[in-house]
Nanobody, 123 residues
Framework: QVQLVESGGGLVQAGGSLRLSCAASGRTFDYYAMGWFRQAPGKEREFVSAISRSGGTTFYAEAVKGRFTISRANALNTAYLQMNNLKPEDTAVYYC????????????????WGQGTQVTVSS
């Protein structure tokens, strides 16, 4: 069992930056691949980014490539999502998730989810 708590969301103007954090407690953090997903109002949840257990492999959705960077600090039991050049279409609730797979990019591959943090980008 692992518990995940996201933080770092907020309101930012277009072109601005935010860094989301996902603090994990419970079982050994580096046992899990980590991912970020988001859900905008009226839309389905979508994959944003994922990172392998070791941090050596990362994946990004096309919509965020070149703007977002996922990372993890296993010694701190924390995953991060650095979001730069934010756009209004990035507005959503962002969720972090943990998977027992080595790396995972589909929602159904994740076993544990955080409660989400709101990101709002104004134009």
């Amino acid at each position: 069992q692992v518990q995940l708590v996201e933080s770092g969301g907020g309101l930012v103007q277009a072109g601005g930056s935010l860094r989301l954090s996902c603090a994990a407690s419970g079982r050994t953090f580096d046992y899990y691949a980590m991912g970020w997903f988001r859900q905008a109002p009226g839309k389905e949840r979508e994959f944003v980014s994922a990172i392998s257990r070791s941090g050596g492999t990362t994946f990004y959705a096309e919509a965020v490539k070149g703007r977002f960077t996922i990372s993890r600090a296993n010694a701190l039991n924390t995953a991060y999502l650095q979001m730069n050049n934010l756009k209004p279409e990035d507005t959503a609730v962002y969720y972090c998730a943990a998977s027992r797979l080595r790396v995972a990019s589909r929602g159904d591959e994740y076993d544990y989810w955080g409660q989400g943090t709101q990101v709002t980008v104004s134009s």
